[in-house]
């Protein structure tokens, strides 16, 4: 059996057109703030010295999926919106 890939993962994984781009947009932001933070860094007891720079494009992807899950959660239960998109995209 084969092991997927993350591109393969997220392809699959259900997620719509505006959760995508959100999510592609808050790493895009989270890496461009890694860009300004790169000198700061958290010394974390158990863990270590835990570098901003690693953190925040994955954190900015998070949200940017959560906020992207919300809206077309919100899009998707209006009356007559949702049923038309979810018979369009044959969910």
Avoid: Y
Avoid at 35 to 40: E, H, K, L, Q, V
């Amino acid at each position: 059996m084969k092991e997927l890939t993350q591109q393969e993962v997220n392809m699959v994984s259900g997620a719509g057109v505006i959760q995508d781009a959100l999510g592609n947009a808050g790493s895009w932001v989270g890496g461009s703030l890694s860009d300004i933070f790169t000198s700061i860094g958290i010394d974390v007891p158990v863990v270590g010295d835990v570098s901003l720079v690693s953190i925040l494009p994955g954190v900015g992807e998070n949200i940017g999926l959560s906020l992207g899950g919300k809206i077309e959660s919100a899009i998707a239960s209006t009356p007559l919106i949702g049923s038309w998109l979810n018979r369009l995209l044959g969910n």
